[in-house]
């Protein structure tokens, strides 16, 4: 089972390559299930629904979120329609959404998308730890393939996370800094882990933000609007390789066999 994980989206640059580039990388890689994180899709901060329906319409199958999830007043409505737009499970009980999808992939086989908030640095919400452990009772034995986006600001609770939960799923993948690291494996007992997968939007930026508004941010410590850049726009990804066929050493869950970064640009 092939997966194509795309990470954090931004603005109009992100939804352009998606538009312009998804059709026929699914078709190249022979992609089974495609995932990505959407929460920056609205000029860098939330989503709404028109455009959760473009992304999902593009071949995306699940979008997870994650801080700015809730930026759009208009997304808090649409939530009880679309099951396949996610927010963290870690939220309180009562937020509207829900943090795990299951559905089937183009081959047929089960598969779950979990999706966790971090604290260190982020808003103090219930233990990304404690309801990763909730939500996997939850999940059908049946399951095959779990993948979990872990949004969070520090490596050391992503790195926390991903050897915690290896061997209880087929995969944990790091969200939200938008800035893509090198650090993907496969864990000791069958878990793929990376730190996180990077940013799908403009390059030529400070995390897909106009550079000139954050160095006067960051120099004047001045109020400042920040908008979306234009230039440099990649798909920051991971393919992942799991076996269905496989199961972990300790559940029922498939291990993953390969994770490996990959990279498209959209040519000017």
Not at 29 to 45: H, K, P, R, V
Not at 65 to 90: C, M, S, V, W
Not at 171 to 199: C, K, Q, S, W
Request: hydrophobic share 40%; aromatic share 6%.
């Amino acid at each position: 089972m092939r997966i194509l994980f795309i990470g954090d989206i931004v603005g109009a640059p992100g939804r352009r390559i998606i538009h312009d580039r998804l059709a026929d990388i699914l078709a190249q890689q022979q992609i089974d299930l495609c995932i990505a994180n959407g929460e920056n899709a609205a000029s860098g901060f939330g989503i709404t629904p028109r455009l959760v329906d473009e992304l999902l319409g593009a071949g995306i199958a699940v979008l997870s979120g994650g801080n700015h999830t809730f930026d759009r007043k208009e997304i808090l409505d649409y939530f009880p329609h679309q099951p396949r737009l996610l927010r963290p499970a870690n939220y309180p009980n009562g937020t509207v959404g829900s943090g795990v999808f299951l559905g089937a992939a183009k081959n047929g086989v089960s598969y779950a998308v979990l999706n966790l908030q971090g604290r260190t640095f982020m808003a103090s919400i219930d233990c990304p730890f404690r309801t990763a452990d909730r939500e996997l009772e939850r999940i059908p034995p049946a399951v095959k393939a779990v993948i979990v986006d872990m949004h969070a600001e520090t490596t050391s609770e992503k790195q926390a996370m991903g050897w915690y939960l290896d061997g209880k799923v087929s995969a944990v993948i790091g969200t939200h800094t938008h800035v893509a690291t090198a650090d993907e494996r496969v864990l000791p007992r069958g878990t793929a882990y990376i730190t996180d997968v990077g940013m799908t939007g403009p390059h030529d930026s400070v995390i897909g933000m106009e550079k000139e508004g954050i160095i006067r941010r960051f120099r004047d410590a001045m109020p400042t609007r920040f908008e979306v850049a234009a230039n440099n726009i990649q798909m920051n990804c991971v393919l992942l390789d799991v076996d269905e066929l496989a199961a972990l050493p300790n559940s029922p869950r498939s291990p993953a066999r390969e994770i490996r970064r990959v990279c498209y640009r959209l040519e000017s």
